[in-house]
């Protein structure tokens, strides 16, 4: 009957993406000089990502895979193709990957949060897995893989490339898993970057992500707060940025491929980070942060498992890129500065 809607159905990834590409060649737009797939393009890191890639390479294509946020394709879609994908559904991604024709993927998306990983396993090792992105990948393809820190007990830091990966949750195993299918499968064409506790100002975007940066006045640690604080590489959002850009840019040999950390220079705890928000906004640390030991929490917030010290030694990615290590006092000037006022 005229009017009806009986009959229509959503577009698949691929066919939203195809949609994308005819009208961007509609409109005469040049074909790309590269074409850039990304993966958890709406989350923190890719929000940041997305819009550092499309203001230094104008020229490349950018197809921007995300997940739930409503907003995203409406901020990022004059500068990308956003097509929202479940990468649970194995077609959907065997589809996309096909059509997109990749020449770099940069794959960011994960259930980041191990404590989401520890109450549905099965859910984070699909998504955080996901074999059907890598037999998808083309022959000519290089990737790149965000992968995490917790791939390390915690128990032998500083850690390099070198030492034992013994995860002691779900979420680091499920990284761990994806990092050995990824080398296995494209042992000259794939890096794995370890990365440590992100931290950087909100995202350009309408949903306005913040990193947590200590400000609360109750510092957890994950054991007593004598010797025992989680201990991190913490690393600067702007870093990871310039690193997956130059990857993304330069390729990936023989020569470079692998696995690398990717943290700050610096080994600091939770408190440490508060710290020095705290003196980036002049205010009295001791009067504002009051540390309180793991012990004391509530059990749902000790009930995974969390490596205790997991500080790297990232001098392999630095002698690689040639990038400078941003220290924790300037990701904190930096991240004040971009949000245009003090951290609180």
Same mark, same amino acid.
């Given at each position: ?12 990834? $691929? ?7 005819? &009208?961007? *060649? ?15 393009? &709406? ?10 890639? $499309? ?5 490349? =294509?950018? /197809? ?26 194995? /077609? ?22 191990? $404590?989401?990983?520890? =109450?549905?396993? $099965? ?42 990966? *013994? ?11 994806? #990092?050995? *299918? ?83 220079? #610096? ?28 012990? &004391? ?5 000790? /009930? ?14 630095? &002698? ?25």
């Amino acid at each position: 009957m005229p009017g009806s809607l009986e009959g229509l159905r959503a577009l698949s990834p $691929a066919e939203e993406y195809l949609r994308i590409v005819a &009208s961007a *060649a509609a409109r005469g737009l040049a074909p790309p000089d590269k074409t850039v797939l990304i993966t958890g393009a &709406s989350g923190y890191l890719g929000q940041h990502l997305i819009a550092h890639l $499309a203001r230094t390479f104008p020229t490349w =294509r950018l /197809a921007a895979a995300y997940g739930g946020l409503d907003t995203f394709a409406e901020d990022f879609g004059a500068v990308c193709a956003c097509v929202q994908l479940d990468l649970t559904d194995g /077609a959907a991604v065997t589809a996309l990957v096909s059509e997109v024709k990749p020449d770099v993927v940069l794959h960011l998306a994960a259930i980041s949060s191990p $404590a989401v990983c520890e =109450r549905d396993p $099965a859910r984070a090792r699909a998504v955080n897995e996901c074999p059907p992105l890598l037999a998808a990948v083309p022959a000519h393809a290089c990737f790149v893989f965000l992968s995490t820190d917790q791939v390390y007990d915690g128990l032998a830091a500083p850690y390099t490339e070198t030492s034992a990966a *013994a995860p002691v949750n779900v979420y680091g195993q499920s990284k761990l898993s994806f #990092e050995r *299918a990824l080398t296995a499968a494209l042992p000259s064409r794939s890096v794995c970057l370890r990365s440590s506790l992100i931290l950087g100002p909100p995202t350009p975007g309408r949903h306005r992500y913040k990193q947590p940066t200590g400000t609360d006045h109750r510092v957890s640690f994950r054991s007593s707060p004598s010797s025992d604080a989680q201990v991190r590489s913490v690393v600067w959002v702007g870093d990871i940025v310039s690193i997956l850009a130059s990857l993304a840019r330069d390729g990936v040999s023989p020569q470079s491929a692998g696995v690398y950390n990717m943290g700050g220079p #610096e080994r600091v705890t939770r408190v440490e980070v508060a710290e020095a928000v705290a003196a980036q906004g002049g205010y009295d640390a001791p009067q504002l942060i009051r540390p309180v030991a793991r012990s &004391s929490l509530p059990p749902a917030a000790r /009930a995974v498992a969390s490596p205790p010290d997991i500080s790297m030694d990232s001098t392999k990615l630095r &002698s690689l890129t040639g990038h400078p290590a941003t220290r924790l006092a300037e990701m904190v000037a930096g991240a004040a500065a971009a949000a245009g006022a003090s951290p609180f």
